[in-house]
C-alpha cells in the first residue's frame, strides 16, 4: 500500500492554518450562556484569573489588563522550578480564552484607558487589595459610580469587613492554613500535608464565577450591578464546614481521621499484598459488609462479633 506524501512546510503551515480557522469557527458557532458579556478582569496569580478564564469558556468576551511587565505568574515556573520549556501551562490553563492589555495604571493615561473599558463592561474581576484598588480609583464605590450596571467581583484573601481587609495572601496561607484544611487533613504523628499548586485559587475562582454569574441574573431583573466578593479562608472554612457545624452546633470535638481508627473503616485506604493502596468506599458500611466479606472471601468474618455492626468495627478498626 502506497501512502500520499508529506505536504511541503508551506503548505503544512497552510493546512495548520486552515484546521485552526475551523475550530475557531466552530467554537464562535457554540456560543456560551455568557455571550456577549464583557469583562474587564485586573487580577494576577490564580484566583481572580481563574475565575475569568470560566466566564471566557461560558462565551464571555474577557480583557485582560497587565502591566508592562506582565501578570508575575508568567514567568513563575520558568523561573522557580526551572524549567526549560518556553511556555508556561498553568498560566495558559487559567487565561485561557482572554485578551490581553498592557496598561501602566500608575499614569492618568492608562487609568483614562481602563475607565473607558470599564463604562461599557458588564463585569469587573479583581483579586487586588482594596487598599491598593482605591490608590487606583478603581474601588467599588468609584466603579459603581461610573457605571451603574457593573458586576464587580473581589476575591480576597481573609475578606474585605475586618482588619484583615488589606493583608496579602496566597492559598497556602489562607484557604489551607487559615481555613484549617491541613490541619483536619494531617495525621497525629506527622506533619501537615503538602497542597498542590491552585487548589485553594481554583475553588475560589469557581465559586467567584458563579457569584458573577447570579449576580447578573440579578441584574437583569433589576437592571443593576452590585458587588460580590469570595476569600480564600471562607473558601477553606466552607470545605471544612461539616466539621464546623459539628463543633458549633454539638460541641463536639472534632479531630483529623486517623487511618486504624476510622469511624466508619469501610470508606478508609488499605495496601494490598503488592504494595500497592486503594479506598473502600462503602457508605452503608452495615448493608455492604456481607459483600465485602464475600468478595474478599472471608465469609467467616460476617459472624465475628467484634465486626458485626458499624459500631464494633469502629472499636476494632485496627483489626480490620
Keep these: 500500500m502506497s501512502m500520499a506524501p508529506l505536504p511541503a512546510a508551506g503548505e503544512g503551515r497552510k493546512l495548520v492554518a486552515k484546521k485552526e480557522k475551523a475550530v475557531r469557527r466552530e467554537a464562535r458557532a457554540m456560543a456560551g450562556p455568557l455571550e456577549g ?5 485586573l487580577a494576577f496569580w490564580v484566583a481572580g484569573p481563574s475565575c475569568a478564564a470560566i466566564l471566557a469558556d461560558w462565551g464571555a468576551e474577557v480583557i485582560k489588563l497587565e502591566p508592562p ?6 514567568g513563575l515556573f520558568a523561573s522557580a522550578l526551572g524549567l526549560p520549556a518556553p511556555v508556561n501551562p498553568p498560566f495558559e490553563q487559567d487565561n485561557r ?15 483614562r484607558i481602563a475607565y473607558r473599558l470599564l463604562e461599557r463592561a458588564d463585569v469587573f474581576v479583581t483579586n487586588l487589595r482594596p487598599r491598593a484598588l482605591a490608590d487606583l480609583g478603581l474601588s467599588y464605590e468609584e466603579l459603581s459610580a461610573l457605571n451603574p450596571r457593573l458586576v464587580y467581583c473581589h476575591i480576597s484573601g481573609y475578606g474585605t469587613d475586618h482588619e484583615e481587609r488589606d493583608r496579602a495572601a496566597y492559598d497556602v496561607g489562607a484557604f489551607w492554613s487559615r481555613g484549617a484544611v491541613a490541619a483536619m487533613l494531617m495525621s497525629s504523628d506527622g506533619p501537615p500535608p503538602q497542597q498542590r499548586g491552585g487548589m485553594g485559587d481554583h475553588m475560589a475562582g469557581q465559586s467567584a464565577a458563579g457569584a458573577v454569574a447570579a449576580a447578573l441574573f440579578h441584574r437583569e ?13 471562607r473558601i477553606g472554612a466552607y470545605m471544612m464546614s461539616w466539621d464546623i457545624a459539628l463543633a458549633s452546633r454539638l460541641g463536639a470535638e472534632v479531630k483529623p481521621y486517623d487511618r486504624f481508627h476510622h469511624p466508619n473503616p469501610l470508606i478508609n485506604c488499605y495496601r494490598a499484598g503488592d504494595g500497592r493502596w486503594f ?14 466479606c464475600r468478595a474478599i472471601g472471608r465469609p467467616d468474618l460476617m459472624e465475628d462479633p467484634r ?4 459500631e464494633a468495627r469502629r472499636l476494632n478498626a485496627p483489626e480490620l
Design 221 to 233: 431583573r433589576t437592571g443593576r450591578g452590585q458587588k460580590v466578593g469570595v476569600s480564600l479562608m
Design 97 to 111: 480564552g482572554k485578551r490581553s492589555l498592557a496598561l501602566n495604571l500608575g499614569h492618568e493615561q492608562g487609568r
Design 37 to 41: 458579556i464583557k469583562v474587564v478582569e
Design 307 to 310: 465486626f458485626a455492626n458499624i
Design 69 to 74: 511587565n506582565g501578570d508575575p505568574f508568567r
Design 279 to 292: 479506598w473502600l468506599l462503602l457508605l452503608q458500611a452495615d448493608r455492604h459488609w456481607p459483600d465485602l
